[in-house]
């Protein structure tokens, strides 16, 4: 017997199914017990998803935090512990295209939190999932982030954030195990491993984290005239959006040499010890997240606002965003100039391959990336 993936146990409980396919899936719940127990556990985390929300109105004593402040906190509290393998938000878009676009690689993220941020009305929340599908493509000018420079562009944009963000589901160090059967059954989904290379797979699973913050408005148009684009607009719905945010176990498969990086040190792919130089190869795998999803705040126009701030033309930020499905996108942002990008076939799918020039003392890299059966992949 078949297990059921977290894809399918998900729609299950979301009631995304046809009536023939609820039917199958609820007769073999009635015969395997692993998938019920599964399944039970998808639910009860839906539901604590569910009572975070109701519990995101700050209190009158409680001061929202300074952005930066909070996503520094943030941002230290889930590097700390990543020694054993690079996160796979990192892998996926900032080290990998780093140091090109590190304040574009923010952005790459901000654009995907902002995009799911639920409507202003507690009344109004209603919490469903994002599952991604495909993956978009758009060449930006990084050197028009009002001509900054990447360190300070990259402060600039992590204002960006929310004035109160609350870490409430720490993902932990990641766990090593001996097998992707092994792995498969610690995370909770198939786990697939490379084919044709010498070197032993090793693997590590990452824990499931969880955080929500709260937009204000009039702070972000104050930070847009401070990076010197007051003209760019934000929906007026976005005043007072808290974003929920889950994120389900994460694999890592390395192969190669790959050096663990020390604590307060140079993250894995810093030249000139990055990945490639050390013969290292990256696989990273994870479900596609949890989020509090808007019944009505403009996705296209918050997205196009995000693409302005890296240096696209309004009407090239329009047009872009006018063709893409934000509810199944992923939208990954790179330099022009710096990297070159084409869709290929992979695992049976469409993927994106991403490649990077040498610069420097670091080596020419790729990033590969596809959706299949609900699981992002990051090679």
Known sequence: MTCLSDG?????LDGELSEVESLEVQNHLTACADCRRRAEAIAAEAERVRAALSALDPLPSEAPGEARTAFARFRTEHAEPRAEAPSFADRLFA??????????????????FLSFAPARGWGQKILAMLRVQKIAVVTIDPELLSGRDSGESGKMIGKLLS?????????GKPQPVS????????AGFRVRALSGLSDQPQFSVEGEGAFHMTLNRDRLHAILGEAGRPDIQLPDALDGATIAVHVPKAVFVRYGNCVEPK??????????SGPEAQGCTFLAEVPSPTVSVPPDLNIAQVAEAGLQLAGMSA??????CQTVDWTSTLVIPIPRDATSYQTVEVDGVQGTLINRPQGGRRPAGYNLLWVKNGVIHSL
Do not use: K
């Open 8 to 12: 399918i146990l998900r729609a299950q």
């Open 95 to 112: 080290r990998p295209l780093r140091p090109v676009w590190g304040a574009v690689a923010v952005l790459a993220v901000v654009v995907a």
């Open 163 to 171: 004035d109160n963000l609350v870490v409430t589901l720490e993902p």
């Open 179 to 186: 097998s992707a059967e092994e792995a498969s059954q610690l």
């Open 263 to 272: 604590r307060g040190g140079p993250p894995p792919d810093s030249p000139p």
């Open 315 to 320: 009407d090239a930020a329009h047009a872009f």
